[in-house]
C-alpha cells in the first residue's frame, strides 16, 4: 500500500518512526505535502533523508495570502528537486477563508503552471468550493495531471473528474458512519483513477478517530474501500500502488 497524502512534519512523532511503523504494515511510499515555504523545505529535507519518502510542494490556499510572482519562482524552483513528485497542494478553502479568496484563485492558477512546466502532478485542496474549484481547473489546468485530495464531493462531481482524467483520493472521512454519500463517491471512480492517503496528522480513520493520523492508518481506509468496490483488499493495493506509480514517477 502507499500513503499519497500526508504531512510527516506536522505529526507528533519522528518521520523515522512513522515510516517504520507503516513499512511494518506494508505501506512502500510516502508522499508527504507543503503548505508554504517553511513545509516546502521540511518535505524536502524529509524526501532526501528517506528513500520511502517523495515530497510534494505549493502553497495552502489558507496560506496564500500576498502571493506573488516570487512565490511562485520559490515553488517551481523546488518543483524541479529529484525528490519532489508533484505540486500543491493548492486550491480553494471557502470553509476556513484563511486567505483572501483573491489570493487563493491566484495562487491556485500560477501553480497550475508550475506543475504543467514541471511535468509534475498538481494535488488540489477543496473545500465548500467545489464549483469555483472545478472552474479553475477548467481554465488553467489543461494538460495537467490533476489530484483531488481528500476528495469529499458527491457521486455527481465524479462523473467529471472521471471525463477529464482526474484523480480522486480518498481519506479516513471515507470511513465515517454518516459518509454514505461520499461511499457512493469513492464506488463510482474508475480504477485506474482511484488513490488512497491518510492527510496525516489530520482525518484518522474510525478505527482510530479522534486520535492523531499517520501513515500506517492508510490501510484502514483502503480496507473500507476494497469492501465499498466489492474487491479484495490485495487487489485494491495492486490497483492504488500501480495508479501511484503511473502518476508520481516513484
Known amino acids: 500500500m502507499v500513503d499519497t497524502h ?4 506536522l505529526c507528533h512523532e519522528p518521520a523515522a518512526e512513522l515510516v517504520a511503523r507503516a513499512r511494518a504494515v ?3 511510499r510516502f508522499l508527504t505535502v507543503g503548505l508554504d515555504e517553511a513545509t516546502n523545505a521540511q518535505a524536502v529535507a524529509l524526501a532526501e533523508e528517506h528513500p520511502e519518502v517523495f515530497a510534494c510542494v ?3 490556499p489558507n496560506s496564500a495570502t500576498g502571493f506573488d510572482d516570487a512565490a511562485a519562482a520559490a515553488i517551481e524552483s523546488l518543483a524541479a528537486h529529484p525528490s519532489v513528485a508533484a505540486v500543491g497542494e493548492t486550491g480553494l478553502d471557502y470553509f476556513r477563508d484563511g486567505a483572501p479568496r483573491e489570493d487563493q484563485r491566484r495562487a491556485f492558477e500560477a501553480q497550475a503552471g508550475v506543475a504543467r512546466r514541471a511535468g509534475k502532478p498538481l494535488v488540489i485542496h477543496m473545500r465548500e468550493a467545489l464549483d469555483d474549484t472545478f472552474e479553475v481547473l477548467r481554465s488553467s489546468a489543461d494538460g495537467v495531471e490533476v489530484i483531488l485530495h481528500c476528495f469529499s464531493a458527491g457521486p455527481e462531481a ?3 473528474a472521471a471525463a477529464r482524467g482526474w484523480r480522486c483520493s480518498f481519506a479516513g472521512n471515507v470511513t465515517y458512519p454518516k459518509a454514505g454519500e461520499l461511499r457512493e463517491a469513492a464506488a463510482l471512480v474508475p480504477d485506474e483513477l482511484l488513490l488512497v492517503e491518510t492527510d496525516s496528522p489530520f482525518l484518522a480513520p474510525q478505527p482510530v478517530r479522534g486520535k492523531p493520523n499517520q501513515p500506517s492508518n492508510v490501510v484502514d481506509t483502503a480496507h473500507v474501500l476494497a469492501e465499498v468496490r466489492d474487491v479484495s483488499y490485495q487487489e485494491l493495493e495492486e490497483l492504488v500502488e500501480t495508479n ?4 508520481f514517477q516513484w
Do not use: D, F, N, S
Open 6 to 9: 500526508c504531512h510527516l512534519g
Open 158 to 160: 465524479v462523473a467529471e
Open 244 to 247: 501511484a506509480r503511473e502518476i
Open 58 to 60: 505549493g502553497r495552502h
Open 26 to 28: 506494508g505501506v512502500t
